[in-house]
């Protein structure tokens, strides 16, 4: 018989502790408990003749079965590599218009595109493509470049002013007034010019004063009614879409600074395939110009008709 007290309450024995007057109960752990317990030691026990566990001084012991998670991941990614191969093999033969046509090849473009515009193209665009002060939002249907499947694969490929042997967009905005090519009276007067130009109310004498400025030092690229050139990039002023802002302050800090956006250049990280999957996601999500309509066929000319008699 134990001598240990028992609490008069409960008729448990305690394990003799005692906190400010307040004795601790043994009581017994519960069965299911225990059992469980003892099923994780077996467990782990298992576990570590079976599979790789206890480190040692120059490597690890392995485990009977000799699995390995870096095995496993790299035939993963064997897998995939295939999987990756018969789909790029499928854009690589297709051609763009050919890749949105096709529901299945366009999916599995749309898939590769999203991935490739999250890691390289959000952080400029942002995620959903809407742009944000300087650079332009691919979700709307305003395209320096233009937005066609084409046009667009060749701004990727190439990017703008990006020293690119090929790219566009090589012609600049000039500084007018960092520069000291127009006075500050005349950059105010230009900007009145272009908020004029844009449809909105401006000073009438500014613009009177500025309008020969304007063919003088803007129209070569803008054009002498404003309207842009889309093959080299030049921004139309007479919308309502605007690079970086259509405000006084901003339309005059851009004739001051004359700011030139830069586009990378992707052909040297991305695969052809890659850049036509990315091109139709733009293209399909993203606001893309409609494909022109093709040219009508031309008859292949047929015998020539008998003259008519002409009378005399």
């Given amino acids: 018989m134990s001598d240990r007290e028992r609490d008069e309450h409960s008729g448990m024995e305690t394990t003799g502790h005692e906190w400010d007057g307040i004795k601790e109960l043994d009581t017994p752990l519960p069965r299911w408990w225990l059992w469980t317990w003892y099923a994780t030691i077996l467990w782990a026990v298992v576990y570590w003749i079976l599979m790789p566990a206890w480190p040692g001084i120059t490597g690890y012991t392995r485990g009977l079965l000799g699995h390995s998670d870096r095995a496993v991941v790299s035939q993963e990614l064997g897998e995939l590599a295939k999987m990756r191969q018969a789909g790029e093999a499928r854009l690589q033969a297709a051609s763009l218009q050919e890749i949105e046509a096709n529901?299945?090849?366009?999916?599995?473009?749309?898939?590769?595109?999203?991935?490739v515009f999250g890691d390289n193209c959000a952080t400029c665009h942002g995620a959903g493509g809407a742009g944000a002060k300087g650079y332009p939002n691919l979700r709307d249907d305003v395209w320096l470049w233009g937005g066609r499947l084409d046009e667009i694969a060749r701004t990727l490929r190439v990017?703008?002013?990006?020293?690119?042997?090929?790219?566009?967009?090589?012609?600049?905005?000039?500084?007018?007034?960092?520069?000291?090519?127009?006075?500050?009276?005349?950059?105010?007067d230009l900007t009145e010019y272009v908020v004029a130009l844009s449809g909105r109310r401006a000073n009438a004498a500014a613009v009177a004063r500025v309008r020969q400025t304007f063919v003088d030092q803007c129209a070569a690229c803008h054009g002498p009614d404003g309207r842009g050139d889309r093959t080299r990039g030049v921004p139309d002023l007479t919308d309502a879409e605007w690079l970086y802002g259509s405000d006084r302050g901003a339309i005059r800090d851009q004739l001051w600074s004359g700011r030139n956006g830069v586009m990378p250049a992707w052909e040297a990280r991305f695969s052809p395939e890659t850049i036509k999957a990315l091109a139709v996601y733009v293209h399909a999500n993203a606001g893309g110009e409609p494909e022109p309509p093709p040219a009508p066929a031309v008859a292949a000319p047929g015998p020539a008709a008998p003259a008519t008699p002409v009378a005399k």
């Fill in 159 to 188: 990017g703008v002013r990006s020293g690119h042997p090929q790219a566009l967009g090589e012609t600049v905005m000039p500084a007018f007034g960092r520069d000291q090519m127009l006075t500050d009276a005349q950059i105010s």
């Fill in 103 to 115: 529901p299945e090849l366009q999916a599995y473009a749309m898939q590769v595109g999203q991935s």
